[in-house]
């Protein structure tokens, strides 16, 4: 290091400490020494790199928010989402499986020529379908999509309608009208209902004044009648895949539940009945494993039904059991699950006590009551269909001639009957819905 620059170095501290005291007499030595060194480049200096004058004076910037393109960004989410909302609206419901427990949808019913949809849990009705014609009996299809009811042509018959679940897109299925099955004795109230996949509805018909069976394609064409050399009521068809149609008949030495390939015609027979008894009511479990059904008649006073379950090859035909005080039980119906039967069972001869019960398909119990005298049937003869999710049960407690009546809504838990709040004439139908 040179004499010069540790002369500058030490530069300041010499002048503190001649700052504080007296004059000295070598300043001005110092003083002509120093004017004859050379001053120190500016670029040494960082802060000469940059001009803080000008830096200085240039103002303080508040960043300004960008409203304009906020503006149009909420524009956009906003019409984002109103077509998110309209395009999720305009999409049918998921849906539910044809066969097992399902979510609950709503519940249909027909009263004064129109069809109605009504919530079960807050009990709002409101009319889907209307106008001047005579609409009545609807019946949902199996995933819920759909809806099919009778539409009445005066002096010549019904036609069936679809439409959509709310009931739009309303068509003709029938070409020409036909002439239903009718009464309410055993399934006999459910005059049609959709094939498993959605294509076709099996119908109960009245042709040249026999009952048969027909079915008739969604899409409108020919109807199509089953020649099995025999009367048929009560058709449904067989779980998963109406593979067969299971109806009640006039067998070769009695009464008996038959079932018939729809694409052959030809017949077998399941169950047949001891001659001086009837039968009704007969239906598939939900997997197409049993069928249960009612027989009543012989040599007893009063009402005698008994409910049986057999398998679907005739095999293990069994008879549901009674406590001993009750008298008889008829319309066993089947839980989504198949594991269990709802029955009307009467303690008397008559109709002045029918209570409703639930006990298990293998009649391994007489099972548990759900329902007291006066919510379950009180005439000939009641109708009840399970929930989807197998909670509730809805059905009617009178016969259909009765005209208006209150639909009876069975908690099978709480075991509590309730009315609900809208009036019909029709039996209810209960939407299914994906779980």
């Not at 009931?167 to 036909?178: I, K, L």
């Not at 099955?181 to 294509?199: H, L, M, T, V």
């Not at 197998?390 to 809504?409: C, N, P, S, Y």
């Amino acid at each position: 290091m040179t004499t010069d620059r540790r002369r500058v170095r030490d530069l300041p501290q010499i002048l503190g400490e001649l700052a504080t005291g007296p004059y000295p007499d070598y300043i001005d030595d110092v003083l002509a020494t120093t004017a004859q060194m050379r001053q120190r480049p500016a670029w040494t200096f960082p802060e000469r790199w940059l001009p803080m004058v000008d830096i200085a004076r240039q103002p303080v910037l508040v960043p300004r928010l960008p409203w304009r393109s906020i503006s149009l960004a909420v524009v956009l989410l906003a019409l984002l989402l109103a077509a998110t909302a309209l395009l999720v609206g305009t999409q049918p419901l998921r849906p539910a499986p044809p066969f097992g427990q399902a979510g609950n949808g709503l519940v249909a019913f027909s009263i004064d020529g129109d069809i109605y949809t009504a919530d079960p849990v807050t009990g709002e009705a409101r009319v889907i379908i209307s106008g001047p014609t005579a609409d009545s009996s609807p019946r949902f299809s199996l995933d819920g999509g759909q809806i099919v009811f009778e539409r009445k042509v005066e002096g010549v018959g019904s036609e069936l309608w679809i439409a959509r679940a709310d009931g739009t897109d309303v068509h003709r299925v029938t070409a020409e009208p036909v002439t239903l099955a009718p009464g309410d004795n055993g399934r006999a109230w459910e005059k049609y209902e959709f094939s498993p996949d959605g294509r076709s509805l099996l119908l109960a018909t009245i042709r040249s004044g026999l009952p048969t069976i027909a079915i008739a394609p969604t899409d409108g064409s020919a109807v199509r009648w089953l020649d099995i050399g025999m009367t048929a009521t009560e058709p449904s068809f067989r779980p998963p895949d109406g593979a067969e149609i299971l109806f009640v008949s006039n067998g070769l030495y009695g009464r008996g539940v038959f079932a018939v390939d729809p694409t052959t015609q030809s017949v077998r027979e399941i169950v047949e009945i001891k001659p001086g008894y009837d039968v009704a009511g007969a239906s598939w479990s939900p997997d197409g494993s049993r069928v249960a059904f009612w027989t009543w008649g012989g040599t007893g006073e009063g009402l005698t039904a008994r409910s049986h379950v057999v398998n679907a090859d005739g095999t293990g035909d069994m008879e549901l059991p009674m406590p001993p005080d009750a008298v008889w039980n008829a319309h066993a119906t089947w839980s989504n699950d198949g594991e269990r039967l709802f029955i009307a069972r009467g303690h008397t001869p008559g109709f002045e006590d029918v209570r409703g019960v639930i006990l298990p398909a293998d009649g391994s119990s007489p099972g548990v009551q759900v329902a007291t005298a006066g919510f379950v049937e009180t005439t000939c003869c009641a109708a009840w269909m399970w929930s989807p999710d197998d909670t509730l049960l809805i059905g009617r407690a009178t016969g259909l001639q009765t005209g208006e009546f209150h639909h009876v809504v069975i908690d099978t838990q709480a075991r509590s009957p309730r009315l609900t709040p809208w009036r019909s004439s029709s039996d209810p139908t209960w939407q299914r819905v994906a779980p």
